[in-house]
C-alpha cells in the first residue's frame, strides 16, 4: 500500500512540475545534464559508479534576471553498477554568476528508488537534493560538478541516505 501511495505522489508531482508554466521573464535555455562519479560517497558498503541523466526546463517559476533566475523544473533518473535505479521530479533554483559563466543550482525534489543490488534506504518514496556548480565552456555547454543526497527524511523505519559525486556536462537548447 506505502509503495502505491508513493508512486502517486511522485507521479502527482512530476505531472505538475512538466505541464506547470508561467510567464517567463528570464530568457533561460533548457539544459540536459549528463553526469557520472560516486554513490555512496561515505560508503555504507562499497562504492559504485553512477550516472545521472537530467532535464531542467528553460521556463521556471519567480524568474529574474538577477542572480537568482527562478525557481525550474527538472526531471531525472539515476542508475548504479549495483543495479539501482532513482526517477525523480523537483525544481532547481540556478544562481547566475559573472554574466552567466558560473552558475550554482540548489535543487531538490522527491523520486522513487529500486535498491536493485545495492543499498536499501527504507523504501521507494525518496527525497533528492542536491548543489552544483558549472562553468560556460561554450554558449551552449557547461562543464561542472556535483553533490547529490538520496534520502526518505525518516519517513521509513530504516534511513541511511546515500551521497553521491559526480561530474556533470550540460547542453543548452534555445
Given at each position: 500500500m506505502r509503495k502505491s501511495v508513493a508512486a502517486h505522489i511522485c507521479a502527482g508531482v512530476f505531472a505538475a512540475l512538466v505541464f506547470a508554466s508561467a510567464p517567463a521573464e528570464a530568457d533561460d535555455p533548457a539544459l540536459v545534464t549528463l553526469s557520472a562519479g560516486v554513490f555512496d560517497l561515505v560508503s555504507h558498503r562499497t562504492q559504485e559508479f553512477e550516472g545521472r541523466v537530467e532535464y531542467r526546463h528553460g521556463q521556471g517559476f519567480f524568474e529574474t534576471d538577477g542572480v537568482f533566475r527562478g525557481f525550474k523544473p527538472m526531471v531525472g533518473i539515476m542508475g548504479n553498477t549495483a543495479e539501482a535505479v532513482f526517477g525523480y521530479a523537483g525544481l532547481a533554483a540556478p544562481l547566475a554568476f559573472d554574466g552567466g559563466r558560473w552558475e550554482f543550482v540548489p535543487s531538490g525534489g522527491v523520486g522513487a528508488y529500486h535498491e536493485g543490488n545495492g543499498i536499501f534506504l527504507g523504501g521507494t518514496f525518496e527525497f533528492h537534493v542536491g548543489l552544483s556548480a558549472s562553468y560556460a565552456?561554450?554558449?551552449?555547454?557547461?562543464l561542472g560538478v556535483a553533490l547529490y543526497h538520496i534520502s526518505n527524511a525518516?519517513?521509513?523505519?530504516?534511513?541511511?541516505?546515500?551521497?553521491?559525486?559526480?561530474?556533470?556536462w550540460s547542453w543548452a537548447f534555445n
Open positions: 565552456i561554450s554558449p551552449n555547454s557547461r525518516n519517513t521509513h523505519r530504516k534511513n541511511p541516505g546515500v551521497n553521491s559525486l559526480l561530474l556533470q
